[in-house]
């Protein structure tokens, strides 16, 4: 069955220290990626997106993630976290072929330590 | 621009009762999506509007859910009568007419069922 794997529910991290988040996806084909955040009382906001093309994408607020095919991850990277980065982190793909419904991993709460 | 809006923030009703929740799409966006998130898991795709035409609902859990989009505008979603495992957030998320272009994702409704 399709699905989308994020294995750390929660991550703390010290202020300035890097990140990195893990997303696994299992799908026939590489679909399209996407990492979204949701910080409190926010919508979910896109931060970055893969669908061909360099496998490594920049996004905003610093992000960036790698698409590896062979690994069949997108995972997000942050070399300089701020206190202002926690929040929840989603990873979501969505098929290339078919309907344009996103389908998400269960997310990554992510705490910022002084 | 305005951004995707949903009302209520937050409901809390009792098993048996009936909740409508509400989605303003931001103006302009054909595409109109809902999603749910039950605690602690992922986010789950519900169904998605083109227009005023239902595209997909295979996400929908039963038939105690119904959604529409009269006008082709803002979406309601209601649960009737609710029970205790529809408890979760939900989610509205719209988008432009083009194939997989971004879904903007408003803050959610909070329904939580006594």
């Known amino acids: 069955a399709q699905s989308v794997t994020q294995p750390d529910i929660h991550i703390t991290v010290s202020e300035g220290a890097s990140l990195e988040l893990r997303c696994n996806y299992s799908?026939?084909?590489?679909?399209?990626l996407f990492w979204y955040v949701q910080s409190p009382g926010q919508g979910l906001q896109l931060l970055l997106k893969y669908f061909s093309g360099d496998t490594l994408v920049q996004g905003i607020k610093g992000f960036e993630a790698e698409f590896k095919r062979s690994q069949s991850s997108f995972n997000l990277r942050k070399p300089s976290v701020h206190w202002s980065d926690a929040a929840e982190y989603f990873c979501a793909v969505n098929p290339l072929f078919g309907n344009e419904k996103l389908t998400f991993g269960t997310g990554t709460r992510l705490t910022i330590i002084p | 621009e305005a951004g995707v809006t949903q009302f209520p923030s937050h409901s809390v009703i009792e098993k048996g009762q009936t909740v409508t929740l509400r989605c303003d799409p931001i103006?302009?966006?054909?595409?109109l999506y809902w999603y749910r998130r039950v605690m602690g898991k992922e986010i789950k795709f519900l169904l998605h509007f083109v227009k005023e035409s239902k595209q997909d609902e295979s996400g929908m859990p039963n038939n105690r859910f119904l959604a529409e989009r009269t006008g082709g505008t803002y979406s309601t979603l209601k649960v009737q009568p609710a029970e205790l495992e529809d408890s979760g957030v939900y989610f509205c998320?719209?988008?432009?007419?083009?194939?997989?272009?971004?879904?903007?994702f408003g803050p959610g409704t909070r329904l939580t069922v006594l």
């Open positions: 799908y026939g084909a590489t679909p399209y």
């Open positions: 103006s302009g966006h054909d595409n």
């Open positions: 998320a719209s988008s432009r007419m083009l194939l997989r272009d971004r879904q903007f």
